[in-house]
């Protein structure tokens, strides 16, 4: 591709915490979604784990390689409006890390995920009798507050999933950016003029 050079942008940690947290994520909505006796412990389990490695995203964001640095983040973010002006054209972004969109969509799963797994150490189950582990330490009130926003949330996040794919299919048939690819092996076309 004239104007294009391929540059290994994503680091092997950063791959690897991403497919972890899908799987992780995939696991955790069918444990919640298909909750028994039998697999309401792995819920709880699998989202004592999705929060570590929130934790150690947000760390990563500070200390990781350049294009995963939440800096990097906010610097593409100020050019979202000539980004946008741009989405439909048919060649291939060549950020070297997340387009605007992008940087958008990860700040978003870190935040709703984050929440997600944060209003799960106070919730109590329902069906199942179940609780956080912190659910003693709020009241009758802030367990319910954080139980609706639990439930809540996963609906966002279902939303968020669906994007993501979304913008997967979109870029791969639209302008020909396969975003699969260098989450597997590191390697991105990247623009340079």
Known sequence: M??????KIWDPVTR?????????????????EFMSFDTVMWHFYIGYFILALMVFRLLWGIVGPA???????????KFMPTYIKTIFS?????????????ALSVIAFIVVLSAQATTGLFLETEDFFETGPLYDFA?????KIFTLWHHRLSNILLVLIGLHFMAI?????????????????????VKRD
């Open 67 to 77: 294009p995963i640095r939440f800096s990097s983040f906010f610097h593409s973010l």
């Open 90 to 102: 048919r060649e291939p972004s060549g950020t070297p890390g997340h387009n605007s969109l992008g």
């Open 139 to 143: 009241s009758d009130e802030l367990v």
């Open 16 to 32: 690897i915490w991403h497919w972890v947290l899908a799987l992780a994520v995939i696991c955790n909505w069918f444990f919640g």
């Open 169 to 189: 299919i979109f870029y791969w048939s639209w302008k020909h950016e396969n975003l699969i690819r260098p989450m597997i092996n590191g390697w991105k076309w």
């Open 2 to 7: 004239k104007g294009f050079v391929l540059e």
